[in-house]
Each structure stands twice: as structure tokens, then as C-alpha cells.
């Protein structure tokens, strides 16, 4: 495996549902982030961490719940969704802060119904 | 507020032609630029880092910063049917994150 992987790629879940999307790195950096791209919009930063730390928390809904366990693993749990919340949500991940070229993962496609 | 400005587009030239994509931004404390590339559907793809005012080219590719104008941009020469998508461009401003721009679609046509 290379650079960024996300999985699921699609994932279709009822609002009571819960569940995690997933993201890996394997390119030896040290900070990861979360974005959101709904249809027509721009993205979204949802959270950043650096060395394990979440440094941004860009006035997330509690329903979206990020966990970033080491520096090459990034999670997001889901519960109770709105429709709403159907997007492309992308994983990003950068040598180190915001200064630096992040590179993407291939995204995970919600829908919820 | 920290912003980087695109214009949506879309911005329509002949495949052989030169695009030309602009981005300006707000705050003069910026460090470095980057331009995504981002097919319909897909994940942004970096193709373009700009750290120092000038210009930098990489293949067809080439990146111009003016940190007096505040404004960055890139030319895509010899514009192929294959480079129709959107382009994001996105500054780092002595933050934690980059701040995107809304994104301009380009659309190459035969």
C-alpha cells in the first residue's frame, strides 16, 4: 500500500447507524486531517491532528467523533446522521502543520438515508 | 479571516491553448501556495507547490506567485480534453491547515 488509503470507498448507512470510516498513511507523517465535500461546495476542514494531537476542531456536530490512535491511522465514528451529512469525506495527511503539502486520500462516499 | 478566492468558472479553452487560473488571497502573511487538481468525483491531487515569488515550472505545469498583488496562479500549457477538472488552490498561513479556494473548472475542449 501506498500514500493515503481510506475504506470504506462508499458507505450507505440509516441515521440511527453507526459507523467509522477509516484512514491510513503511508508516507511517514505526522499530522492528518479530516475534510468534508458536499456537492457544489467547497471543502470542509473538519479536524486536524498533529503527532496524535487534535490541534483543530473546525465547530464539528458531536455526531461526528475523529480518533487518531498514532500518527499513521485516522478514524471517524459516525452516530445518529442526517441526511445532511451525505458527502465525499476526504483524509489528508502533510509531513507535519498546515505549512506543508498535504496529500489525499480517495475519499469515502456517505449516504445516508 | 484568511481567504483564498477563485473564480467557479468554467473557464472553456481549445485543446493546443494556454489556461490560465487565478487564485488571490487575503492575508499577506502567507507561506506557501498549492494547486489541486480534482476530477469530477475523484480526490484532490496535488500537481503544483509554490513556497517563494516567481515562477516554477514542472512540465506542461507552470505556477506564479506574486506576494505583492497577493495573487498566485496556473498556466497549463498545450491544454489537453485530460486536464478538464476543477483546480483548487490553497495558501498556508501561519496556521495549522491550508485554506482552499472554492475551486475553478476548467474545461478543455476538442
Known amino acids: 500500500e501506498t500514500g493515503v488509503t481510506q475504506t470504506p470507498r462508499h458507505l450507505v448507512m440509516g441515521m440511527t447507524n453507526k459507523k467509522s470510516l477509516k484512514c491510513e498513511q503511508h508516507?511517514?507523517?505526522?499530522?492528518m486531517y479530516w475534510y468534508k465535500q458536499s456537492a457544489k461546495k467547497p471543502l470542509e476542514l473538519m479536524f486536524v491532528?498533529?503527532?496524535?494531537?487534535?490541534?483543530e476542531n473546525n465547530s464539528v456536530p458531536s455526531r461526528f467523533s475523529p480518533e487518531c490512535p498514532n500518527s499513521s491511522h485516522l478514524f471517524l465514528h459516525l452516530h445518529t446522521l442526517q441526511p445532511e451529512d451525505s458527502a465525499l469525506y476526504l483524509c489528508?495527511?502533510?509531513?507535519?502543520?498546515?505549512?506543508?503539502?498535504?496529500?489525499f486520500g480517495p475519499g469515502t462516499r456517505l449516504t445516508v438515508t | 479571516q484568511k481567504e483564498v478566492e477563485q473564480n467557479s468558472g468554467p473557464l472553456s479553452v481549445p485543446e493546443g491553448a494556454i489556461a490560465s487560473l487565478n487564485c488571490t488571497y487575503s492575508?499577506?502573511?502567507?507561506?506557501?501556495f498549492f494547486w489541486y487538481r480534482q476530477y469530477s468525483g475523484k480526490s484532490p491531487e496535488l500537481i503544483m507547490s509554490?513556497?517563494?515569488?516567481g515562477d516554477k515550472e514542472d512540465g506542461r505545469f507552470t505556477a506564479q506567485l506574486n506576494k505583492a498583488s497577493q495573487y498566485v496562479s496556473l498556466l497549463i500549457r498545450d491544454s489537453q480534453p485530460s486536464d478538464s477538472a476543477t483546480y483548487l488552490c490553497?495558501?498556508?498561513?501561519?496556521?495549522?491547515?491550508?485554506?482552499f479556494g472554492t475551486g475553478t473548472r476548467l474545461q478543455v475542449f476538442p
Open positions: 509554490i513556497y517563494s515569488n
Open positions: 491532528y498533529n503527532f496524535k494531537e487534535q490541534t
Open positions: 492575508d499577506r502573511g502567507s507561506q506557501s
Open positions: 490553497a495558501g498556508a498561513f501561519n496556521t495549522d491547515k491550508l485554506i
Open positions: 508516507l511517514g507523517h505526522n499530522a
Open positions: 489528508a495527511s502533510s509531513q507535519s502543520g498546515g505549512r506543508d503539502e498535504q496529500y
